[in-house]
């Protein structure tokens, strides 16, 4: 069965003093279904993208959907959780349920709330998405993690600091014209490329510039069966889903090989009948720049230790062949863990449908979506198409 984006919703992604969990799960729940327009009473099952141990401690947050709409009682509800693609999980799992029979609509709705603990506390909640056992030794966490991989890939092919220079000054650039991005600023290459008190090393050779942002927001999505899209005004559909998952410790694995997002999008590619070219565009998972770099030769834009070569070229620019991060990327919208996968396929819903304002690539017809959880460990690629 086919299953189509048929709304959506977003909220502005950033530090939110006066917004807690629930009021970003109930609001953008309540504008998708909105969006849709529909009835809250045709949903037949709610999935929640949200970090598990995390950031907002136990709270019991599935059914927070429900306060958007009284019609949502009664309606099964679930949290989903891979890391930082747990906004995909969750819309792979209401994919599964519509596929099934088991449901003809499905909202699904991603949040996190991560403003409310202090940077160490972050760093550490973070770092549970890696292999505690082995990796809860290196120093800054997740930025500690792709440090190292970043200093692996620079030992392995040549320094490409001002090639990671170069993506972040891109997606700063794009993020301007996000309405909903957390930095709307473009802070241009010599900034990012420059090592400075306003931009200091993070980790390894990784620059403040080079890591994504730590951030507030949600996003939700509506998902029906094909069958149904006589009943809506728009649909975007997901003309092929893969899920590759690839072992979580780092020394069973290659992690400069990007393996798992390399299957992925090959996957991905190959259930969809298209190649890389055919993509109007994509958003990729840059939680650090070394990861939209590697992204590049994992979606066979550039071989191995030739990725460089796609930003360094204009390729990936907002007027180059495939434009990657319209939206800013994570690295300027922003990385609320629970809401990204979400945020990802609403904006290229948004782009499909001529719907993305100052974003918008003109005639977009397909779209590549690649969400990650750890260090290209749970790795999902969609291809989405306008349906009407």
């Known amino acids: 069965m086919g299953v ?68 949502l009682r009664w309606k099964p509800a679930v949290r989903v959780e891979n890391a930082c693609a747990s906004g995909s999980a969750a819309i792979y799992g209401a994919i599964d349920a519509i596929r099934s029979g088991a449901a003809r609509i499905a909202l699904v709705v991603g949040a996190e709330k991560m403003s409310s603990v202090q940077g160490s506390e972050a760093t550490r909640i973070l770092g549970n998405c890696s292999y505690v056992k082995e990796e809860s030794t290196i120093d800054h966490g997740f930025a500690g993690i792709f440090g190292k991989i970043t200093q692996a890939y620079f030992e392995r092919y040549g320094d490409q600091r001002a090639s990671l220079a170069r993506i972040a000054a891109k997606n700063h650039f794009n993020g301007t014209f996000n309405p909903w991005a957390h930095m709307r600023r473009d802070l241009g290459f010599d900034f990012c490329n420059t090592v400075s008190d306003k931009n200091p090393i993070i980790a390894g050779p990784l620059r403040k510039t080079d890591c994504s942002l730590v951030s507030d927001g949600a996003a939700a999505l509506v998902l029906a069966d094909d069958s149904l899209l006589a009943d809506f005004p728009r649909a975007v559909a997901f003309r092929a889903t893969a899920q590759v998952n690839d072992f979580l410790p780092m020394s069973r694995r290659d992690p400069v090989a990007f393996e798992g997002p390399r299957r992925a999008w090959a996957l991905a590619m190959q259930r969809a009948g298209v190649k890389i070219g055919d993509l109007s565009f994509a958003e990729v998972h840059d939680c650090f720049t070394i990861a939209e770099l590697l992204s590049y030769e994992a979606m066979g834009l550039a071989p191995a230790g030739r990725g460089a070569s796609v930003i360094d070229e204009g390729i990936v620019t907002r007027d180059g062949a495939l434009p990657v991060n319209l939206s800013g990327g994570l690295k300027a919208k922003g990385h609320p863990i629970g809401a990204t996968g979400v945020s990802m396929h609403a904006l290229s819903a948004m782009q499909l449908c001529a719907e993305a304002g100052a974003m918008q690539l003109a005639n977009a017809e397909l779209a590549g979506v690649f969400n990650m959880g750890g260090s290209a460990v749970a790795n999902y690629v969609s291809v989405l198409e306008r349906k009407k």
């Open 4 to 71: 189509s984006i048929v709304g959506w919703a977003h909220t502005p992604f950033g530090k939110f003093d006066e917004l807690d969990l629930e009021s970003l799960i109930s609001g953008v729940a309540k504008a998708a279904i909105d969006h849709a327009a529909i009835s809250s009473e045709r949903v037949d099952g709610i999935w929640l993208g949200n970090l598990n141990g995390g950031f907002v401690p136990d709270v019991f947050c599935s059914s927070l959907v429900l306060q958007a709409d009284d019609g």
